[in-house]
């Protein structure tokens, strides 16, 4: 990254923590959890007991692998598979080595903003699935699914996994879902996970773990601000809070401040004022029912053609057509 892009990044940064926290009430974007600090506790989520997504999409993955890949079935003379947001790609390789047997010829293709999430995806592929064509694009979403059009003209299979989704309230997943119906060709597919609703209390334990690391995790973007922005966060002086709404399906996150209290943060000139036990609101994890994924895909230009579930039905993935 140049310095130019940093520059950007770091105003980006800025004018959202700007905005957020002298808003009505407060609040910040998830996405500034992903640091290389907050990536370490993601992984550590991702490993958690009470986090169920993970296991549960690696399940369905391991359950029916084949099932999945014989709906690319019509692309198997060439096709790239793209995945927006890059992991560790565990629960890729199960289908990368299934293509793979079944003689599938595709370029794996995984789109991040993080280079280093790319490359390190890319070196462990390359020498464990030496013979998958992989391509690392790194950028924005779209911007790098508009470049691809440009590139190739092949089928795509477009992967979103993680519910990565359920960070967005609807009318965004709309907009999000629209931008990916427009990237597509009439025979494209996308493989989408969304969790579902479930009892209310295994919602609030994923998302409230015993051992504290979701905390942690939300806490981080208070440390970013610190280290990033000049900020004298107490992190301690702050307790992470979260609420399900099995109505809406809408899990909440917030930092709550367990005092009255003054925070500066120098590079934004800006003092901000907290009353005891006010809240930033930090996240939003959607959960969803075929109902709702009918109705965000259809408003959307899109069509569920079909879903795998893992044994509790915690979680589904849904093939979708334009
Ligand atoms: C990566 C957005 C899917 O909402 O479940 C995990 C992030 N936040 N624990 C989720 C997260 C707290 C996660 N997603």
Request: aromatic letters at 30%; a neutral charge.
């Given at each position: 990254m140049n310095s130019k892009d940093q520059k950007v990044l770091v105003s980006t940064f800025e004018k959202e923590v700007y905005e957020g926290l002298t808003a009505f009430p407060k609040y910040l974007s998830?996405?500034?959890?992903?640091d290389e600090v907050g990536d370490e506790l993601f992984q550590q989520i991702m490993e958690?007991?009470?986090?169920?997504l993970t296991r549960a999409e690696y399940n369905i993955f391991k359950e029916n692998a084949s099932a999945i890949i014989e709906s690319f079935d019509k692309y198997k003379k060439g096709f790239d598979l793209i995945e927006l947001g890059a992991g560790d790609g565990k629960k890729t390789k199960i289908l990368l080595k299934e293509l793979q047997k079944k003689g599938y010829d595709f370029t794996y293709m995984p789109i991040d903003i993080s280079q280093n999430a790319v490359d390190g995806l890319v070196k462990n592929l390359d020498l464990e699935m030496p013979d998958v064509l992989v391509q690392g694009q790194i950028g924005e979403y779209f911007e790098v699914l508009d470049r691809l059009n440009h590139i190739s003209d092949r089928k795509k299979v477009i992967m979103v996994l993680g519910?990565?989704?359920?960070?967005?309230?609807h009318p965004r997943a709309i907009q999000f879902l629209k931008k990916l119906c427009n990237a597509m060709h009439s025979d494209d597919l996308v493989f989408m996970g969304f969790d579902q609703k479930k009892h209310p209390q295994k919602v609030l334990d994923a998302y409230n773990d015993k051992t504290g690391v979701t905390a942690k995790f939300n806490k981080n973007v208070l440390s970013r601000i610190n280290k990033e922005l000049r900020g004298n966060f107490d992190v301690d002086a702050f307790m992470h809070w979260e609420t399900y709404d099995p109505e809406s399906g809408t899990a909440k996150s917030y930092l709550v401040s367990k005092k009255k209290q003054t925070v500066d943060i120098d590079s934004l000139s800006l003092q901000v004022h907290f009353e005891a036990w006010e809240s930033i609101h930090t996240e939003i994890s959607q959960k969803y029912d075929d109902d709702i994924v009918k109705w965000l895909t259809e408003e959307s230009g899109l069509k569920v053609v079909n879903s795998f579930s893992d044994e509790n039905n915690d979680y589904k993935n849904y093939l979708i057509t334009k």
């Open positions: 998830s996405k500034y959890f992903y958690l007991p009470e986090y169920y519910s990565n989704i359920g960070n967005l309230l």
